[in-house]
């Protein structure tokens, strides 16, 4: 199986230590020249610098005709190009992008994309638990968008900025599944703080998405 990684740390991480054997082709691309180092570091395996957008730096790296490609990048677009690249132009033969943003589920969806998730943190919660590439590929759902997540972004002048989680009383209609500061993922429990900047991920459903905003728009008085 050959499988193209772009982008992406930690989670880049995980695939590549799950699936980095004999029976595995593993090809990994990254635009970031530190996280090169420490995935080469990490798993004794050739990282390339380079460009997932750019079908240049893709066939550089090799990613012509990959089983599986995997676009992990923060930018919700870039993945969307990176995996029509790949796509279209490189013969892959299936596609997955991670986006923060959840309305791009359905529309990347609807553009050709194989699987859409709509957070990096569900996909390695989903890699965990799959036995084979086969499985992570069967796994990559929603349930047909009757689970929604949410992305809230904290800042300086809403109410929970500098309050933690247990202030905010949200276990009857969401569940907040990660918070992303920077390039961090925080795995939360009821003492993490809001800061500003902070990114909420919230799992919720369809008929809650409009309580889980409301909650959020309270301003500082």
Known sequence: MKIVIANGKHEADYIISTYNSRSNTLVVINESEEDCKYLSVRNGIP?????????TDLREAGAENADLFIALSEDDMANYVACKTAKQLLGAKRCIATVLNPKNVEVFRKLGIDSVLSSTYLLGEQIRSAASVENLINTLSL???????????????????????????????????????????????????????DIVLIVTTEENKEKITGLFQRKKQ
């Open 47 to 55: 990282v390339m610098k380079g460009l997932a957008t750019r079908e």
């Open 143 to 197: 349930h047909d968008e009757k689970v929604v997540i949410m992305q809230i972004k904290i800042t300086n002048d809403l109410y929970y900025e500098g309050k933690t989680l247990k202030d905010l009383s949200i276990s009857k209609i969401g569940s907040v599944s990660a918070v992303t500061r920077g390039h961090k993922v925080i795995i939360p429990n009821g003492a993490t703080q809001l800061k500003e900047g």
